[in-house]
């Protein structure tokens, strides 16, 4: 019962600091951080161990699941280098920069050791990152090689990450008894992934109940990643082809109601785990700080200030100098826009989820996991504090802008959207009904002929009376009920009623 109470005082505390963390512009992961040291210092916090083998499925697949999903290849194709670039080179080399760091800060902590804390923290987190974007829009450009460097990076440094573990654990490494199976487990799992999808998108087209279509999403996600971990394939490379070739092919037989209680479902499933993750590791920090005594401790600190800088100084040198991050289709002249791109992208580096997981999937024998655990945090906390309360002035102060790519197109598509809808009711062109509807997408087309880019208006002629109207008809349903004039059977219907019509009439302010 007590750990029960915590948890739901510890999901309560969690929507009051992610509520705080949107009223100022900020990533919620600081501020889950943030709530995770405070758990340290709490007088009787319940115990709660996590085993380490389930770490990485429970907190990587929905995570990377779905970011996969909303991963768009084509715009990521576009800047394919600028995403490897920072995916692999600059994950790999913070990952050897940690290291050196490591070495020469505790001698006796194995190299291995050393790889794997550089693994651990080399990833950004895009969830940090994305939430700051919400307040603070970053150009689209930009955002999209955020978005492929939070797909790309976490197999990276995962990659590293099991060959460092299993080298530490083993006491020895030998490349070439590994390469083979390392090769062969890549290349499957960029197979497997695909395959799994377009079978997945084959046996979906019978489910109908959303809340059972919900219920395979995640159990395929988890059963996906535990497959593939079993059989020594990566976990992330497999999970992301997977959601990407489902992305590419779900919306054509998924119905609108499944697809919107999914979305919810999905993104609420993300931010509990993000609260579970912080949460966790919080409490790991309490006995971790207490066994870290006297000459421990200091050395504890330096190894933890000493990797946060790092990581942001690497990410720094790695990005400004590419020739690839100048300009990036941006409309501003002269040293802000030949900086400004690299500045921004550098310092969205915040790590988060994927940096929490790994250091907690560290086996409890590992050699010096108090020390990696604890730097590891703080590198997060260091990050999404210092880099996430700072990253929305530093967007405001560079003021990057583009040629709003995502709303050209959008408003063309609309346009042609509104065509086709208009073009099918040919059929039906003397029913009284059809003259209204064709006069609004006709209002609409007429608007986007004069536009000089072709793009049609947000929302049709006749939304604003018919959002007018349905809160009429909610009022008067509602006083029908207060009066007991209906039941609340018949409320809850009419109710499911107006909110789909409300839906297809939403502004761009309700967006």
């Not at 190299?111 to 970053?138: E, N, Y």
């Not at 499957?188 to 087209?205: Q, Y």
């Not at 996600?221 to 992301?240: C, H, K, N, P, Y």
């Not at 583009?402 to 040919?426: F, Q, W």
Request: aromatic share 8%; with cysteine.
């Amino acid at each position: 019962m007590l750990i029960f109470e915590w948890v739901v005082g510890v999901l309560f505390g969690a929507v009051l600091l992610a509520g705080l963390a949107r009223r100022l512009g900020a990533p919620y992961p600081a501020f889950l951080a943030l709530g995770g040291v405070g758990l340290a210092f709490v007088p009787g916090v319940p115990n709660l161990r996590l085993d380490p083998e389930l770490a990485l499925a429970l907190f990587l697949a929905p995570v990377l699941l779905d970011a996969g999903f909303d991963a768009s290849v084509r715009d990521m194709k576009a800047d394919w280098r600028a995403v490897l670039g920072l995916a692999v080179g600059a994950v790999a080399v913070t990952t050897l920069a940690v290291a050196v760091v490591a070495k020469l800060i505790v001698p006796d902590m194995p190299l291995a050791a050393c790889i794997v804390l550089g693994a651990v923290v080399a990833p950004p987190d895009a969830v940090a990152a994305l939430a700051v974007l919400k307040h603070a829009p970053m150009p689209h450009r930009l955002a999209t090689i955020l978005r492929g460097e939070s797909l790309l990076n976490d197999a990276a440094s995962l990659l590293i990450y099991r060959l460092a573990v299993a080298a530490a654990m083993a006491g020895s490494f030998h490349p070439a008894e590994v390469a083979p199976a390392f090769l062969i487990g890549v290349v499957a799992s960029l197979a497997a992934g695909p395959c799994l999808g377009l079978l997945f998108v084959r046996l979906a087209r019978g489910i109908t109940d959303p809340a059972s279509a919900i219920v395979i999403q995640f159990v395929v996600a988890f059963g996906i990643w535990l497959a593939a971990e079993r059989l020594e394939m990566s976990g992330v490379l497999t999970i992301v082809s997977y959601a990407v070739t489902v992305a590419r092919r779900a919306p054509g037989i998924t119905a609108p109601r499944t697809r919107v209680i999914s979305y919810a479902v999905w993104d609420t499933a993300v931010f509990v785990l993000n609260v579970l993750a912080f949460v966790l590791i919080g409490i790991q920090i309490d006995p971790i700080r207490d066994r870290l005594t006297g000459a421990d401790a200091w050395q504890a600190l330096v190894l933890a200030g000493a990797t946060f800088a790092t990581v942001v100084l690497t990410r720094l040198a790695w990005v400004l100098p590419t020739t690839g991050m100048r300009g990036l289709g941006l409309r501003q002249a002269g040293a802000r826009a030949r900086l400004g791109p690299g500045l921004a992208l550098s310092w969205a580096g915040m790590r988060g989820i994927v940096t929490v997981a790994a250091a907690l999937a560290l086996p409890a024998a590992f050699p010096h996991r108090d020390l990696v655990v604890f730097t590891a945090f703080f590198t997060v906390l260091g990050t999404l504090i210092v880099q996430g309360l700072t990253l929305r002035p530093l967007l405001a102060y560079l003021k990057l802008e583009d040629d709003d790519p995502v709303g050209r197109e959008t408003g063309r598509a609309r346009a042609a959207a509104y065509e086709a809808a208009l073009n099918s009711l040919a059929e039906v062109a003397d029913e009284p009904a059809t003259v209204a509807l064709r006069a609004e997408f006709e209002a609409a087309l007429a608007e986007a002929e004069e536009h000089e880019e072709g793009r049609a208006p947000e929302s049709l002629p006749a939304d604003a009376v018919r959002r007018r109207a349905i809160e009429a008809a909610r009022d008067a349903v509602l006083s029908l009920r207060r009066r007991g004039r209906i039941g609340d059977d018949a409320y809850y219907l009419l109710e499911e009623e107006f909110d789909w019509a409300e839906l297809s009439a939403t502004p761009k302010a309700e967006t």
